[in-house]
């Protein structure tokens, strides 16, 4: 089964830095997009930032200029670099992935996700 497994997040003061990474790994042909969604109390869940196999990447507004996502296709792996983290950036940050595996002797692209590392920025 695939699996996305998240680490990086934390406590972090207002100002500071976090990296998030994601691994995927079970039964992978490859990845299509991925990305990261962030959910605060509260609140709906919402794009934060999403790349193509190719390295094409788009983000939500008020992260642009202080997040950088980027991947590594050879080791399934996603990252986001957070830099001037705000406080309105704390939230539980989820890994999502397209993984292209064999289902039922065809080839699918299915959506993954992680289970989410909490991002705590204070004041």
């Known amino acids: 089964q695939v699996q996305l497994v998240e680490s990086g997040g934390g406590l972090v003061q207002a100002g500071g830095s976090l990296r998030l990474s994601c691994v995927a790994s079970?039964?992978?042909?490859?990845?299509?997009?991925m990305g990261w969604y962030r959910q605060a109390p509260g609140k709906q869940r919402e794009l934060v930032a999403r790349?193509?196999?190719?390295?094409?990447?788009d983000y939500t507004d008020s992260v642009k200029g202080r997040f950088t996502i980027s991947r590594d296709n050879a080791k399934n792996t996603v990252y986001l670099q957070m830099s001037s983290l705000q406080p309105e950036d704390t939230a539980v940050y989820y890994c999502?992935?397209?993984?292209?595996?064999?289902?039922?002797?065809?080839?699918?692209?299915?959506?993954?996700w992680g289970q989410g590392t909490q991002v705590t920025v204070s004041s």
């Open positions: 999502h992935a397209e993984v292209v595996r064999v289902q039922a002797m065809a080839l699918r692209a299915i959506d993954y």
């Open positions: 079970g039964g992978i042909v490859s990845i299509n997009d």
């Open positions: 790349i193509t196999r190719g390295g094409s990447a």
